[in-house]
């Protein structure tokens, strides 16, 4: 990936995690993570040096009995990345490609049922950065199959706005621009084995895309 795309620094931080429990059981959680990056400054010979200050996730969620609600930084409802946490691998799903965002500011919500789930949300559209020019997406992802209990589940997602073009938190553009899109998803565990795959067509930052991505392992 390229060097000002997000985690691919050397950094040192912290994370923190809180469950909130009464007598009923827990109905919220807070988590926080921050860190300090080391910054060449898009400079491909590294010579310019300097810290570059992180937020990746920080949120609060609420156990409202009809679904989970939350709001800070953390994923939008669109694609795999929605239920995939791929930081630690060497293929990361689509989002981390521009196909959305892998965490957005804003608020949503998740519901899991028996047959699968449903969730929505409406972020800011700039990503990493906190940042309000005009911007926003707003996202939503039904699924059938609970991959804890069935090894397997397929997606579908839906995503639209107007989004700033960002790269870790350097900006790549100064204004908002189109962005609308469909996607499908379908993961698959079999013993040992863990197939992945997802599609996605629309426009991005104005521009007609469409891309398949495939994960096996």
């Known amino acids: 990936m390229g060097p000002d795309d997000l985690m691919q620094k050397p950094s040192l931080g912290i994370?923190?995690?809180?469950?909130?429990a009464g007598a009923g059981g827990d109905f919220g959680a807070a988590a926080l993570q921050v860190r300090l990056?080391?910054?060449a400054d898009g400079d491909p010979g590294g010579q310019r040096l300097g810290i570059e200050p992180q937020m990746h996730d920080a949120w609060v969620k609420y156990k409202a009995g009809w679904a989970d609600v939350w709001a800070g930084h953390a994923r939008?409802?669109?694609?795999?990345?929605a239920d995939l946490n791929s930081h630690a691998l060497l293929l990361p799903p689509l989002?981390?490609?521009?196909?959305?965002?892998?965490?957005d500011w804003g608020a949503g919500f998740s519901r899991p049922a028996p047959w699968g789930g449903a969730a929505a949300s409406l972020t800011s559209g700039s990503g990493a950065p906190l940042r309000l020019e005009?911007?926003?997406?707003?996202?939503?992802?039904?699924?059938?199959?609970?991959?804890?209990?069935?090894?397997?589940?397929?997606?579908?997602?839906v995503a639209g706005g107007q989004?700033?073009?960002?790269?870790?938190?350097?900006?790549?553009?100064?204004?908002?621009?189109?962005?609308?899109?469909?996607?499908?998803?379908?993961?698959w565990l079999r013993d040992r084995f863990e197939q992945r795959l997802e599609a996605a067509a629309g426009r991005v930052h104005g521009e007609r895309?469409?891309?398949?991505w495939y994960r096996g392992g």
């Open 15 to 20: 994370d923190f995690m809180q469950r909130f």
């Open 37 to 39: 990056a080391l910054d």
């Open 76 to 81: 939008p409802a669109y694609g795999l990345s």
């Open 95 to 103: 989002a981390m490609f521009g196909y959305g965002f892998d965490r």
């Open 134 to 157: 005009g911007n926003w997406m707003v996202a939503a992802r039904l699924t059938l199959g609970v991959l804890s209990r069935d090894n397997w589940s397929a997606g579908a997602s």
């Open 163 to 187: 989004a700033l073009k960002t790269m870790g938190y350097h900006a790549q553009g100064e204004e908002p621009e189109e962005l609308w899109l469909a996607g499908a998803d379908v993961t």
């Open 209 to 212: 895309a469409i891309a398949v």
